[in-house]
């Protein structure tokens, strides 16, 4: 490193730290936040079909504004992308020790990084197989249907017997990858300072870990286990509710 | 038991270059040994257990009482200094091999200029020598937080933390833990606090404070018991409010 790094004005490490802490930070906002809607609406399908149809139609009620593509490939896909590509590159700077030095932190450590990239794969696949950016390449993709949310999702997923372990190990990957690094994330930002704290907070983190993988998995359950046809929804009735609710003659 | 024997399986090497090799040794058991001086016992008798005169094992160590940080290495495959390590606790045979993230100078004789090197990196120590005026009384420093200072102060450069961390490679740049107690250390100093500014940007660039990946391997292995992961957290509030800082002040 030159003179000028370690002087009182700082230098080019400035840049450096931005990104580490923007791969840090995305993580938990957007992508996080994002992760835990995502499981949560998905979720409103044990309350049953219609529950689920309606916040479906609350988000897809954005479409007729013309700005849920735009959310989605600022708030969501560059967001990851960024975080995935850091990641990567901050996988490549370490390596992984842990059946010398087994304490906790160094299993979560290297947890962290197979989450990461089995999360990341997992990902691929899931918008292949659902978003309408699977529509793309190749074929067999989007079969998601919006105005027809919790049927459409349900034959996804049973259209073959891997798809459910699939989701399965993706879902519980990318859960585990989020608490941990709420985890680590109040570390590095410096938040949780003693030993003391962490160890708390890594109580609390674990619990969020487990309500979010008891929420994703529930869905999971309703949608590999109940015949697609009983999840069928009226499609004009629900994907307009939005639009008729505001019509002030109805 | 006049039979009974101390075993010793060596990974030895001639110079920088050379190739490592094993060598086992034994010699008669007397109670209170520990690793250097039944390594002392083995240069007077330099054979190995087949009986050849060797070369005596080269090993580097100073203060006999875990202070210096000259003797560490791994014993039966953990960090720790061979002055503290009392054969009588180890299994056998004992193994010792060289610290494996620094530069193996001979036997198991390390370089560790390395570490040095980022202690003048990060400035630590506190700037009397200046143009400046400094206290004109003693600083007062509170009794809680000379405490906390205290277990920093210990850290004696040995490298034990630096060979457990999964960030910290031979070719990496990352300056490992130890430092990042020297920086917490001197930047709570009243007089050293002059040079704040110039530490933290010192660890903010690559190799620096956000290359930790949070395994924590090295508070447990640390022979101090310094509190390594909570001088790293707070470093994580110091730089993010000094790069805060540097955005409106710079």
Known sequence: ???????????????????????????????????????????????????????????????????????????????????????????????????????GANIRYTLQRWTALITLAFILFHVWQMHWLGGWFPPGGEQFVPGQAPKSAAEAIQASTWYAPIYVIGVLAAVFHFANGIWTFLISWGVTITRRTQGRVGYVCAAVGIVFAAVGLSSLVVLKTTDPATLHVEPHEASHAVAVNLDPAD | MADREIQFNVKRQDGPEAAPYWEEFTMPYSSGHNVVSALMYLREHPCNANGETVNPVVWDCNCMEEVCGACAMLINGVPRQACAA?????????????????????????????????????????????????????????????????????????????????????????????????????????????????????????????????????VEVCPKDIPLTDAIAELGRQTTIQWIRDLFVR
């Open chain 2, 86 to 218: 009392l054969v009588d606790d180890l299994e056998q045979p004992i193994v010792l091999e060289p610290l494996s993230k620094f530069p193996v100078v001979r036997d198991l004789v390390v370089d560790r200029q390395r570490m040095f090197d980022a202690l003048l990196k990060i400035k630590a120590w506190v700037p009397v020598d200046g143009s400046w005026d400094i206290h004109r009384h003693a600083p007062l420093i509170s009794p809680n937080e000379q405490s906390i200072r205290y277990l920093f102060s210990r850290c004696m450069t040995c490298g034990c933390c630096m060979e457990a961390c999964p960030q910290f490679q031979q070719d990496s740049k990352f300056i490992g833990p130890a430092p990042f107690a020297q920086v917490r250390l001197h930047n709570s100093h009243p007089t050293g606090s002059f040079f704040n500014p110039d530490r933290l940007h010192a660890i903010m660039g690559e190799g620096g404070i956000t290359d930790c990946g949070n395994a924590q391997n090295c």
């Open chain 1, 1 to 103: 490193m030159t003179e000028a790094s370690n002087g009182p004005r700082g230098g080019s490490e400035v840049g450096y730290f931005l990104i580490r802490r923007l791969h840090s930070l995305t993580g938990i906002i957007p992508i996080g936040v994002f992760l835990c809607f995502h499981l949560t609406i998905n979720a409103t399908v044990v309350l049953g079909p219609d529950k689920f149809q309606a916040g479906v139609d609350r988000i897809h009620a954005m479409d007729e504004l013309g700005v849920l593509k735009i959310v989605e490939v600022v708030g969501i896909f560059i967001p990851l992308a960024i975080h995935a590509v850091l990641g990567l590159q901050i996988w490549l700077t370490g390596r992984q020790n842990v059946l010398a030095y087994r304490y």
